[in-house]
């Protein structure tokens, strides 16, 4: 590592490590009129904020967080939480006041949300210090109310003091991020594998930045904000960053939420001989493939698969019901289908160069084989790309058999053609298709379908970082991954037989040679 690195490198940690160096807050918002209340509606709260921070819902309407709308610019696809399909919960639109209890805004509850209007953007989703709740189903808006977490759940959440949130706000964190992202595709831990609520308070075992005994990183020490701009994306990676650490204060067009960012392209340190190996393998793996041995360690199980093509059985009452493993997870649930969880999975590894592709609600899929919802792109050994651990996720979901199209079923908001209130697939997706205005035939069957989630939170310690016969031995981790020569690992039969006959030559050789000596010394002391 350059100069250069290693004090960029020592000034991050010191501004971590001693809080006298970081600036303070200078405003204590428990003291301000505006704020003292009461307010009726989170927007008369959005009005307050915006009163000294004028510009704050601006920068926010300029982010994904708030249009869930986005161009990809590596493939030019349209992308975004509005449009995109998954193998989860399958698709937003026509479930919108439930899905968006995780929007940065209030009332976006069908097509008709003014996305122009300031007052909608919701400040304490991420500033909050506690006690802030938005239920599912509400439209993005807290309780104002004693209000049913959902209906017929018998569960119910006592309203929010909005102006007592108000008055406490602060800093994201890990709690705040992770209340959304944590929480996608319907429950803790569903989606990505490597976040759920276990990294809240993580030993350093689970991950070695965020641990309170280490830096004890919020989500933004990484994923930096600028103007409400969140660096870092799995819509588009920086899957390779071969360059030293981001110094302090300079201004970069880099990514700065990449290992490298900190810790530089050659990292390891050690003998000579070591660390210099163990340096050289970062232009063929990514940092996680060594430093993330297994996801979903935490104690929160992922889902690994989900067939809705199952849902809808009910009990011998003709109700609904749920089914539990040993560990008190669900497993089947009437209204989603069956479940496989995982926990302490070892990831599968892909070539990667920072682009996916994406099927779209109007992609013609092949229904005769496992559908790739999307594809990492990458080729062997290219200077751009690296090997990547990814999460591996298996569904079945529906599709049109005519059209040849996935399907957006409605399912979550109640009234008639909601599945999970009437359990009838042939309706509930007429109202996704009237939603979405995709063509639909009427006609619909169920898909095997597979989709990949990067694998980058979770970093172990350094010394629970995989070991050379991971990947180096006939059980390699990496076994499935073209374009590498694995010591170890592969081998040629006609190259083996080559080898072992030179080394069995070479030991005749010295057999050979030794027995003359022993001859020749026996004749010497003869005559």
Not at 210 to 215: H, Q, R
Request: aromatic content about 8%; some cysteine.
């Amino acid at each position: 590592m350059t100069v250069s690195g290693r004090v960029a490198v020592w000034v991050l940690w010191l501004v971590l490590l001693l809080p006298g160096l970081t600036l303070g807050a200078t405003a204590d918002h428990s003291r301000f009129k505006e704020l003292q209340g009461p307010f009726a509606s989170g927007e008369e709260v959005t009005r307050a904020c915006l009163g000294c921070h004028t510009e704050a819902a601006k920068q926010v309407m300029a982010t994904r967080h708030w249009t869930w709308d986005y161009t990809n610019p590596d493939t030019g696809q349209r992308l975004g939480k509005k449009t995109m399909l998954n193998g989860f919960c399958i698709g937003d639109r026509s479930n919108e006041a439930f899905c968006q209890s995780c929007h940065v805004g209030y009332g976006w509850k069908d097509a008709s949300f003014d996305f122009s209007d300031e007052s909608k953007v919701d400040c304490l989703a991420c500033h909050n210090t506690g006690n802030y709740l938005k239920l599912a189903g509400l439209a993005g808006h807290p309780p104002l109310v004693r209000t049913e977490t959902s209906p017929g759940s018998g569960k119910f959440a006592d309203p929010v003091d909005l102006a007592a949130v108000a008055r406490n706000i602060g800093a994201t964190t890990r709690r705040t991020c992770g209340t959304c992202h944590y929480y996608g595709g319907g429950g803790d831990g569903v989606k990505h594998g490597d976040l759920d609520s276990s990294l809240n308070a993580p030993p350093r075992s689970l991950d070695v930045h965020m641990a309170s005994e280490g830096p004890d990183f919020s989500c933004s020490t990484c994923h930096v904000s600028d103007q409400h701009k969140i660096a870092g994306s799995r819509i588009s990676v920086t899957a390779a960053d071969p360059h030293a650490p981001i110094l302090r204060g300079e201004r970069s067009a880099r990514n700065p939420s990449t290992c490298q960012s900190c810790h530089g392209e050659r990292p390891h340190k050690g003998s000579l001989l070591h660390a210099s190996r163990l340096n050289d393998h970062t232009r063929t793996l990514a940092c996680q493939s060594c430093h993330i041995p297994t996801f979903a360690r935490g104690g929160v199980p992922t889902k690994l698969g989900w067939d809705w093509s199952t849902a809808g059985k009910m009990n011998a009452e003709g109700k609904p019901f749920q089914t539990k493993d040993a560990k008190g997870h669900v497993i089947y649930d009437s209204r989603k289908g069956d479940f496989v969880l995982g926990e302490d999975v070892v990831p599968d590894y892909v070539w990667f160069d920072g682009t996916v592709t994406y099927v779209q609600p109007d992609t013609r899929i092949d229904p005769r084989g496992r559908v790739p919802i999307n594809i990492f792109h990458g080729a062997p050994g290219a200077e751009n790309a690296r090997i990547w651990p990814v999460k591996t996720f298996h569904s079945r979901q529906p599709y049109d058999t005519v059209h040849m199209t996935l399907l957006v079923p409605h399912t979550a908001v109640p009234d008639d053609t909601a599945f999970w209130y009437n359990f009838d697939w042939a309706k509930a997706l007429q109202a996704g298709a009237d939603a979405t205005g995709a063509p639909y035939s009427g006609q619909f069957g169920f898909v095997d379908t597979r989709m990949l989630w990067p694998i980058t939170h979770m970093v172990a310690p350094k010394e629970q970082a995989l070991n050379c016969a991971e990947c180096h031995s006939s059980q390699s981790r990496l076994a499935a991954v073209p374009g590498v020569w694995l010591p170890g690992k592969d081998r040629n039969p006609l190259l083996d037989t080559f080898g072992f006959s030179l080394a069995g030559l070479a030991l005749l050789g010295v057999l050979i040679h030794a027995l003359l000596r022993i001859v020749a010394h026996a004749h010497q002391r003869r005559h």
